[in-house]
């Protein structure tokens, strides 16, 4: 049976049996699950990052997830689109705490916070984030350390990071051999700032992930054979890039290519393209201009507003498909092809509304025209 706690839940005595221990929430933490493991999650696998050959995806690296039925399984690494612009990813960790590993959730934030001191590679070297940062709206890669075809993409720079970190693969925070890292000030702040949790994107990368036999620690050993993905229903077919031999090194030529979310058909409505606020065309009347820009921003307001609550409830129905133990890839994919008519329907819909609006608007001072003409 496959499930995942929430902080309400009370371990049975046969949960503790299995190695499943109460745990308490550390203050540092975002999002901790309420159990925690006493067997400590495999080491990270070596695997070389996809070129990313369109701009707007930033790196989520992979990660060791917990099914209590059948143990660690491990989420491959992808190119993800933020929710907004502006934000960046802290990835989640295992840390030990009151006797057992417990996992502290990721999220999306200006600032990148506190992720154990884990180093996952391409920019993540245990703290901060150094493959890319954010130039007003549009994101800069660093080439030292982000794959990215550099024919497709200009907004690059190269700068050599110089990591004093020892490089190692444990993927957990304290313990017996974990990394003894503690946040820093700064982290700290930045994990009390407000966030945003992981996208739909990432919801689905994960439930794909656990319903693969392949990625599952028990049976590859701790070396997935599947250990990046460029598109969320590939986590266990051809779209994945096989990695049990690559490394963790600043290398392209062995990188395989990864399509961002953003340009294929749009799946959830975080996949949708940000809403920007323009300014309409002017009908020299101040006046009117004024009323036209506000009547934009109030709809444009609105439909955000809509956006994000669609948003959350496609995020719900991923979390609430992971808790049920009967699900399986073609529950996944029934409920990802809801999603997909839930977005579009929206995109369509606001478009439609948007469309309307400028029409109106135009052809306000042409009716005000004609009717003095016929006064």
């Known amino acids: 049976m496959r499930q995942i706690f929430n902080s309400s839940l009370i371990l049975s ?12 929430v550390p203050e540092q933490a975002l999002a901790q699950i309420s159990v925690s493991i006493t067997l400590a999650p495999p080491a990270l696998p070596a695997y070389e990052q996809p ?41 989640g960790y295992w840390g030990w705490r009151n006797g057992g590993y417990a996992w502290n959730e990721g999220y999306w934030g200006p600032t990148v916070g506190f992720y154990g ?14 493959g890319g940062h954010w130039q007003g ?15 497709n993409i200009h907004n690059t720079y190269t700068q050599t990071i110089i990591n004093n970190t020892t490089v190692t693969r ?26 945003q949790p992981a996208t739909g994107a990432q919801m689905q990368y994960r439930q794909a992930a656990r319903v693969s036999p392949a990625l599952s620690g028990s ?12 598109k969320p229903a590939e ?21 395989a290519v ?27 009347n101040v006046e009117r201009d004024k009323a036209n820009q506000q009547q934009r921003d109030d709809l444009l307001s609105s439909q955000g507003k809509q956006r994000q609550a669609l948003q959350q409830k496609q995020a719900a129905d991923h979390a609430q498909a992971a808790k049920q133990p009967s699900t399986s890839a073609a529950n996944v994919q029934e409920l990802e092809r809801q999603h997909q008519a839930q977005t579009q329907a929206l995109a369509q819909r606001h478009t439609i509304e948007q469309k309307t609006l400028q029409e109106t608007q135009e052809k306000k001072p042409e009716a005000k025209a004609n009717a003095a003409r016929h006064s």
């Open 51 to 91: 070129v990313l050959v369109e701009e707007g995806g930033i790196w989520a690296p992979g990660y060791w997830a917990y099914d209590q039925e059948d143990g660690y399984f491990w989420v491959p690494g992808a190119w993800v689109q933020p929710p907004e612009a502006g934000l960046l990813w802290t990835p």
């Open 117 to 130: 001191g884990i180093v996952y590679g391409f920019g993540y070297s245990g703290h901060g984030y150094t």
């Open 258 to 284: 990864a399509t961002p979310a953003e340009k294929r058909a749009p799946v959830h409505a975080a996949d949708l393209p940000p809403v920007l606020h323009q300014a309409t065309a002017t009908t020299g």
């Open 13 to 24: 005595a046969c949960a503790l049996s299995l190695g499943l221990i109460l745990t308490a």
């Open 137 to 151: 709206r549009q994101f800069y890669y660093n080439t030292a350390v982000s794959h990215v075809n550099v024919t």
């Open 235 to 255: 986590a266990k077919s051809t779209g994945v890039v096989t990695g049990t031999a690559a490394s963790l090194r600043e290398d392209t030529s062995k990188a």
């Open 170 to 195: 444990v993927s957990f925070n304290g313990g017996t051999g974990g990394v003894a890292a503690r946040p820093t000030a700064a982290e700290q702040a930045a994990t009390r700032a407000p966030h």
């Open 219 to 230: 049976s590859n050993a701790g070396k997935p054979a599947s250990a990046v993905t460029s």
